[in-house]
Structure formats: C-alpha cells, structure tokens
C-alpha cells in the first residue's frame, strides 16, 4: 500500500468518526444546556440532575441512530477491505 492509500483510509475513518459521534454529542450538548438553564432558573444545584437526564436521552438517541451507525460501520470496513484487496493483487 502506498502512503497515499494509507492517509486516505485514515482520513475516511476520522470522517466516519466524527459522523457516528455527533449525534450523541449534539444530543448530550443539548440536554446539557438545558439543563444548566433549568439550573440557573430555578437555583437548584443538585449534581445528580445533570448526569441522569443525559444519560438516559443519550442512551434513547444511540438506540435510534444504531442502524444508522452500523451501516456506516459497514461502508467503512467495505471500503477498507476493498482497498487492501485491491492493492495487494
């Protein structure tokens, strides 16, 4: 394989990363905020309340975007697969 093979399959899967992680992300980002801003309204500071709510809605989102998850999953290993047979015929 040539170095150029090999920094593109490395850059497809940061790609595949960052498109797998986000959603949970933006869905903890968003739960979080939300609740910093229930927080400051009504001046409760219980520790608890940040970490339940968001891990429960994380929880529901990766059950959703699962198939969605393996699917790109899937295309990545299909397309390194297909490269490291084809670079070695």
């Known amino acids: 394989m040539s170095p150029e093979q090999v920094l ?3 850059k497809l ?3 595949t990363l960052l498109t797998i992680a986000a959603p949970l992300m933006l869905v903890a980002l968003v739960v979080g905020l939300l609740i910093a801003l229930f927080q400051a ?3 409760i500071q219980e520790m608890t309340l940040t970490f ?3 891990i429960l ?3 529901i ?3 959703f975007m699962m198939p969605f998850m393996a699917a ?3 295309d990545l290993f299909s397309e390194i ?3 490291i047979m084809a670079s070695g015929a």
Request: no cysteine; net charge neutral.
């Open 61 to 63: 989102a990766l059950a």
């Open 13 to 15: 899967s940061i790609t």
């Open 8 to 10: 593109d399959m490395a």
């Open 72 to 74: 790109q999953l899937n």
């Open 52 to 54: 339940v709510p968001k």
């Open 41 to 43: 309204l009504t001046s």
């Open 57 to 59: 809605l994380v929880f």
């Open 81 to 83: 697969t297909y490269q």
